[in-house]
């Protein structure tokens, strides 16, 4: 694929897809499930940002980067691993009021 001849949307698709593989291989963690963060017209920036870190795990940058993915994406990746490790992030993340998928 020439990053070249890419639309922004298909370099934004192609830039999470890479960014996704290289969390991966950085936990180590096996892809048997994924948090999908969706957009919605309610929470901040900030917020998200903060329940990314605090529930996620994730540092300051990949939060803001997350929450920049959703806004111009509708959606975005922020966690993966085993079904029964994510469950209950998932359900912290909804609680917060988050639109969050675990597929």
């Not at 919605?40 to 900030?46: G, K």
């Amino acid at each position: 694929m020439d990053p070249d001849n890419l639309t922004p949307k298909e370099r934004d698709e192609e830039n999470q897809r890479k960014f996704d593989e290289y969390m991966r291989k950085r936990d180590g963690v096996s892809e048997d499930a994924e948090i999908i963060l969706l957009n919605d017209d309610v929470n901040s920036f900030e917020f998200v940002s903060k329940c990314l870190i605090h529930y996620c795990k994730h540092e300051k940058l990949q939060a803001h980067q997350c929450a920049l993915l959703v806004h111009n994406n509708g959606k975005c990746s922020v966690k993966v691993g085993k079904l029964s490790y994510l469950r209950p992030i998932c359900v912290s993340l909804a609680s917060e009021g988050l639109s969050v998928e675990l597929i």
